[in-house]
């Protein structure tokens, strides 16, 4: 859904400048692209209209409908006759910027989940030549949901200057742009990004953390504060003035109870008692923190199984780490007959499971109850992964289960299975995807994909299961007869990597904890495939006293996170090649001494949005 400012188009020259100068308002795209905007298709590329159905793309950018409410925005596509980039340009009309406080704000998203467009912003202070435009701002690859930008234009005070946007992608798909402003603006105006698990254990507090940003005025902040319910969890004092531009952080402990829903809302509130939503949400708490495992029976032949992926692929916006998804094909090129077997009392296409509960079916992306239900559900065990390769087809996998209750186990009724995907594969001629999604734009890039076949360029398939058995049988006698509660037990095998596999790079390993009565995943985590060679550089973004790293032996460390969720820390070898993945959730044992050579590692930890890079040499 989009979010609306209030604005409308026009220049205010020779008008005397109140205390809020505003010199561009509301360019929604409610009725195209305005007369006194210019666009410049550049690159003169025709584009592959046959590939696209609900709008009419041209080589400049035209305006398309783009929510379910009829709103509209600016589109350009880079989905281009020939390979190369596009050039296309979207400016404004001479604009004359306030001599303080001028601020550049818009919203986009990308069409395409996995083909992500990028633009750039310019400006130029002498005319709409494009040789001079210098570049203001840029975006590599925008989000798949609606993302807020805002840039100071405080370097142009007085001036007048033409700015614009610049479609540079190249065989991507479509962009989408909106709500361009430039002014002082004149309301409160925050963007949260919160880093809060959704899930959590039996650990009495849980981090209710994240970053927010002012997009609107100056900002009198007295405090921020934190309530679940109607009681005041914690609040942080500031009493100051929080600035346009200006970004901060939050962090509370919120108490959790086994069994409970927790809900919490962070404000922001002014000295005047003005009060903004930060973030509202909730986490929910069980005995250990839940992976939701969620599977969808799927084929390339179903007309309709399009119309469930954008929800899906927004899920996995929305819970990161905290969910793994496969994707089942039913009777399909890329079926794998022990899903299709474990598939076959669904008798309707597409199914969504949560936790593999049968008898809690999701048909379409109207109905909510299925998740809330799963979402909601007790989860007595977890299970923490490890990973290493031979970089040829072998994969060796320790899995560590612990249960939160003594569980009689003599029916071998509890057991560990595991699951071999590939976590992205592209379509073919000979595995098209059909489309029918209906004409709500909720569907996304397959609302514009045209009726039929997608073309393979545009269509890719995520967490296809290659392998093994074990996914729906679980492992015969993984787990003993009596589970003592908090007692941690070790799973140790092999996978071998099949030759349907299109690109080894993409493989991950999911580990299930599984009620083989009654096919409930209590639990599940997934590590994807350590390189055996590639070298990998990584961005260190630790920040001290974030990620615990303790070693209680030569060779052994423990990883401590900050949060109970799950996580992973890769193992690079001082060339920079990853030499082995381990998983866990909140913290984990990483021995180095039992596979690998004594000497310099770095230890890569990856939470959410967060990580850390550790050196150990041992």
Same mark, same amino acid.
């Given at each position: 859904m989009k979010q609306f400012f209030s604005l409308a188009l026009g220049v205010l020259a020779g008008l005397p400048l109140v205390a809020q100068e505003t010199v561009l308002l509301e360019t929604g795209f409610e009725s195209g692209i305005p007369a006194d905007f210019t666009l410049?298709?550049?690159?003169?590329?025709?584009?592959?209209?046959?590939?696209?159905?609900?709008?009419?793309?041209?080589?400049?950018?035209?305006?398309?409908?783009?929510?379910?409410? =009829?709103?509209?925005?600016?589109?350009? $596509?880079?989905?281009?006759?020939? %390979?190369? +980039? /596009?050039?296309? !340009?979207?400016?404004?009309?001479?604009?004359?910027?306030?001599?303080?406080?001028?601020?550049?704000?818009?919203?986009?998203?990308?069409?395409?989940?996995?083909?992500?467009?990028?633009?750039?912003?310019?400006?130029?202070?002498? =005319?709409?030549?494009?040789?001079?435009? $210098?570049?203001?701002?840029?975006? %590599?690859? +925008? /989000?798949?949901? !609606?993302?807020?930008h805002l840039v100071s234009l405080a370097d142009y005070a007085g001036q007048d200057v033409y700015i614009a946007f610049v479609h540079n992608s190249q065989s991507k798909y479509l962009i989408a742009l909106d709500h361009v402003y430039v002014g002082q603006p004149a309301t409160a105006d925050f963007v949260t990004k919160n880093e809060t698990p959704r899930f959590a254990g039996n650990v009495g507090t849980v981090s209710v953390n994240g970053t927010f940003r002012n997009y609107g005025k100056d900002f009198n902040l007295a405090e921020v504060v934190c309530t679940s319910g109607t009681e005041v969890v914690d609040k942080k004092v500031w009493g100051e003035n929080f600035l346009t531009g200006e970004e901060s952080s939050f962090e509370f402990n919120l108490p959790v109870a086994v069994g409970e829903v927790s809900a919490y809302h962070v404000e922001a509130v002014s000295s005047e008692g003005e009060r903004v939503t930060l973030v509202k949400d909730s986490v929910i708490c069980s005995h250990f923190a839940r992976t939701l495992f969620l599977e969808k029976a799927t084929g390339t032949w179903c007309n309709s199984c399009p119309s469930v992926i954008p929800y899906i692929q927004n899920l996995e916006e929305r819970y990161r780490e905290e969910i793994v998804c496969v994707e089942a094909h039913i009777n399909d090129p890329m079926s794998y007959l022990p899903y299709s077997n474990g598939f076959k009392s669904?008798?309707?296409?597409?199914?969504?499971?949560?936790?593999?509960?049968?008898?809690?079916?999701?048909?379409?992306?109207?109905?909510?109850?299925?998740?809330?239900?799963?979402?909601?559900?007790?989860?007595?065990?977890?299970?923490?992964?490890?990973?290493?390769?031979?970089?040829?087809?072998?994969?060796?996998?320790?899995?560590?289960?612990?249960?939160?209750?003594?569980?009689?186990?003599t029916t071998d009724k509890y057991r560990i299975g595991y699951v071999l995907i590939e976590k992205h594969v592209p379509s073919t001629t000979e595995m098209r995807q059909s489309n029918g999604a209906p004409s709500m734009p909720m569907y996304n890039e397959y609302f514009y994909f045209p009726t039929g076949n997608v073309a393979p360029e545009l269509m890719f398939f995520s967490n296809v299961p290659r392998g093994t058995e074990s996914a729906f049988l679980g492992v015969k006698n993984s787990l003993p007869t009596a589970i003592k509660a908090q007692e941690e037990y070790l799973h140790e095998t092999t996978l071998e990597i099949p030759e349907t596999v299109v690109n080894k790079e993409e493989v991950a390993v999911i580990a299930l904890v599984l009620n083989y009565y009654t096919d409930e995943v209590l639990n599940a985590m997934e590590v994807k495939l350590p390189s055996a060679s590639s070298s990998v550089c990584w961005e260190d973004k630790s920040v001290d006293g974030e990620a615990k790293l303790l070693s209680p032996s030569e060779g052994t460390y423990q990883v401590v996170c900050p949060e109970d969720a799950p996580f992973t820390v890769s193992v690079l070898a001082a060339d920079g090649s990853v030499q082995a993945v381990y998983g866990g959730t909140g913290q984990a044992t990483v021995v180095l001494g039992e596979k690998l050579q004594s000497g310099f590692y770095l230890l890569h930890i990856q939470q959410g949005n967060r990580a850390w890079t550790r050196k150990v040499v041992w």
């Open positions: 410049v298709c550049n690159d003169q590329m025709p584009v592959k209209s046959q590939n696209f159905r609900n709008i009419s793309p041209t080589s400049e950018w035209f305006g398309g409908k783009v929510d379910s409410e =009829d709103g509209k925005a600016a589109f350009s $596509t880079s989905h281009r006759t020939y %390979e190369m +980039e /596009t050039d296309n !340009w979207l400016i404004t009309p001479k604009l004359t910027i306030p001599e303080r406080g001028a601020w550049l704000k818009w919203t986009a998203k990308t069409i395409h989940y996995y083909l992500r467009d990028g633009y750039k912003v310019m400006i130029s202070t002498t =005319d709409k030549s494009l040789d001079s435009f $210098t570049q203001l701002y840029s975006v %590599e690859e +925008e /989000t798949y949901t !609606w993302n807020r669904v008798v309707n296409l597409p199914t969504v499971l949560y936790n593999r509960d049968f008898n809690n079916h999701q048909y379409n992306v109207l109905d909510t109850k299925p998740l809330n239900k799963a979402l909601q559900k007790a989860t007595n065990a977890k299970v923490d992964l490890a990973l290493e390769y031979d970089g040829n087809t072998t994969i060796s996998v320790s899995s560590k289960v612990m249960f939160a209750t003594d569980m009689d186990n």
